[in-house]
Antibody, heavy 122, light 107 residues
Framework: EVDLVESGGGLVKPGGSLRLSCAAS????????MTWVRQAPGKGLEWVSC????????YYADSLKGRFTISRDNAKNALYLQMNSLRAEDTAVYYC????????????????WGQGTMVTVS | DIQMTQSPSSVSASVGDRITITCRAS??????LAWYQQKPGKAPKLLIY???SLQSGVPSRFSGSGSGTEFTLTINSLQPEDFATYYC?????????FGGGTKVEIK
């Protein structure tokens, strides 16, 4: 079964750091672009970051201003999001998600999602 | 950045109704548009990609159309399990962006 499981969320003080992980199973991680999306309490979805299959290319939301870093370890079937200089407005559920197409047919739409991990900055 | 504007922000409907949700992009995105359904406490579910392609396993009462800057999601014969919030997302260029969401409520 195809699955994504996030971990690493929690309570952190403003200015602190946190590293989120996303464990992938049931598919070959190295053939898919992966992304992080967040959702503040009671708010809509916000795209955060995306990474290419090998990790060569990374993309970020403008609002992050260099504070977040996405990475992956295909050998470990894992995706990561390093979050630094955290602010109250970063409080959200963070989802990892898989592209709906493999690297040869990338769609930049996401059909496999994790359950989310909550990050609270306070 | 490409801004995505959804309307309405909420709609009240009854089981069996047909509803249409609109999404407008601030600039042309060809057909690089996706639609998602989200229920409270759950991750989003992909319904439509490429503006009109139905994701595998999604009921055929869901359909998408449009190109350029204006897109629609139509749900025919609304079912009880369709009451949720719907989001559009442009997939044309980074940074990817979502619409603000449309909540479909029971009348």
């Amino acid at each position: 079964e195809v699955d994504l499981v996030e971990s690493g969320g929690g309570l952190v003080k403003p200015g602190g750091s946190l590293r989120l992980s996303c464990a992938a199973s049931g598919f070959t991680l190295s053939t898919y672009y992966m992304t992080w999306v967040r959702q503040a309490p009671g708010k809509g979805l916000e795209w955060v970051s995306c990474i290419s299959t090998s990790g060569t290319y990374t993309y970020y939301a403008d609002s992050l201003k260099g504070r977040f870093t996405i990475s992956r370890d295909n050998a470990k079937n894992a995706l990561y999001l390093q979050m630094n200089s955290l602010r109250a407005e970063d409080t959200a559920v963070y989802y990892c998600a898989r592209d709906a197409g493999s690297y040869q047919d990338k769609k930049d739409a996401f059909n496999i999602w994790g359950q989310g991990t909550m990050v609270t900055v306070s | 950045d490409i801004q995505m504007t959804q309307s309405p922000s909420s709609v009240s409907a009854s089981v069996g109704d047909r509803i249409t949700i609109t999404c407008r992009a601030s600039q042309g995105i060809n057909n690089w548009l996706a639609w998602y359904q989200q229920k409270p406490g759950k991750a989003p579910k992909l319904l439509i990609y490429g503006a009109s392609s139905l994701q595998s396993g999604v009921p055929s009462r869901f359909s998408g159309s449009g190109s350029g800057t204006e897109f629609t999601l139509t749900i025919n014969s609304l079912q009880p399990e369709d009451f949720a919030t719907y989001y559009c997302q442009q997939a044309d260029s980074f940074p990817l962006t979502f619409g603000g969401g449309t909540k479909v409520e029971i009348k």
